[in-house]
C-alpha cells in the first residue's frame, strides 16, 4: 500500500469522526479554547442555564401520572435507562437500596427515551418497572432533550443534580449501592444540603 493511500485513510476517518461530532453536537461541540479545551461557546450548552423541563411521569409503583420538573427544588438522582438493557435491570436493585437509605430531600427519577407509542407502550415500560422493583416516579423522554441536555446517551447513565441544574455527579455503567449513597453524601456536601 503507498503512503498516500494511507495518509488518505487516516484522513477519511477524521472527515467522518468530525462529521460524527457535528451531528449529534452541533458546531459548538468542536470549538477549542486557548487552552485547548473543547467546549460548546455557548451558554445554552450549560445545564445549568438551560430552562427546567417537565419531564411526563406514568402511572407505576411509586410514579403517578403526570408531570415532574428536572430540575427540582433541591438534589435530583436521575437514571436514564433502556427496557432493553440488562445492565439498567441489575442495577435497579441497588437504584433501590439507595433511595431506601437517602432522605427525602433528594428525589429520584428514572428515564427512558424509547420510542413510546410507537414501539413501546406506557404499559410496557409500567410493567418492567413492576417487573424490577422500581417504586420512584419514573418519566419519558421522547424527544431526547433531557438526554441530551446532560450527556445522557448510554445506558445506564446516572447524574445528581442540584436546584439549579449543575451536574454534581455523572457515570456511565453499573453503579453499586455504595458508590450511589457515596455521590449523594459528596453532592450535599458541595451544595451544602448535608441530611
Known sequence: MRRRDVLAGIGSLGVIGAAGVLATRGPSALE?????????????????????????TIDA????AGTMRVPGDGLMLIDFFATW????????????????EVDDDVAFLSVTNEPVGRSLS???????WVEHDGNWPVGLDPTVELAERY?????????IIDADGAVRWYNTGRKSVDDLLEAVETARAETGTEA
Open 122 to 128: 406506557r404499559e410496557d415500560v409500567a410493567d418492567w
Open 85 to 100: 438493557c440488562t445492565i439498567c435491570e441489575s442495577q435497579m436493585p441497588h437504584l433501590a437500596d439507595a433511595r431506601a
Open 32 to 56: 477549542v479554547d486557548d487552552q485547548g479545551n473543547g467546549g460548546s461557546g455557548d451558554e445554552s450548552a450549560d445545564p445549568a442555564a438551560a430552562d427546567p423541563l417537565e419531564i411526563e
Open 61 to 64: 409503583p411509586g410514579s403517578e
Open 151 to 159: 450527556d445522557a446517551l448510554q445506558y445506564p447513565t446516572t447524574i
